[in-house]
């Protein structure tokens, strides 16, 4: 089991840049590509928040679950 990351084709969807994402949510460029790469650990539900305010998605969008096996 685990948790896809499609952060990049909702930005690509919304023709949006990485740099200007983490401007526009306060983050750094360095850790909004850790997480769009899905290398980070985890995320805060008011980063994700913020995320998904800008790109005018839902959480949904943007993690999906992936079962092993399916």
């Given amino acids: 089991?685990?948790?896809?990351?499609?952060?990049d084709r909702v930005m690509a969807d919304r023709k949006m840049s990485l740099n200007e994402l983490a401007q526009r949510v306060g983050l750094t460029t360095v850790n909004l590509?850790?997480?769009?790469?899905g290398k980070a650990k985890g995320v805060r539900f008011n980063t994700l928040a913020s995320i998904c305010k800008e790109l005018g998605c839902q959480p949904g969008d943007i993690l999906e679950y992936y079962e092993d096996g399916f």
């Fill in 1 to 7: 089991m685990k948790i896809i990351i499609r952060l």
């Fill in 33 to 37: 590509s850790l997480l769009k790469t």
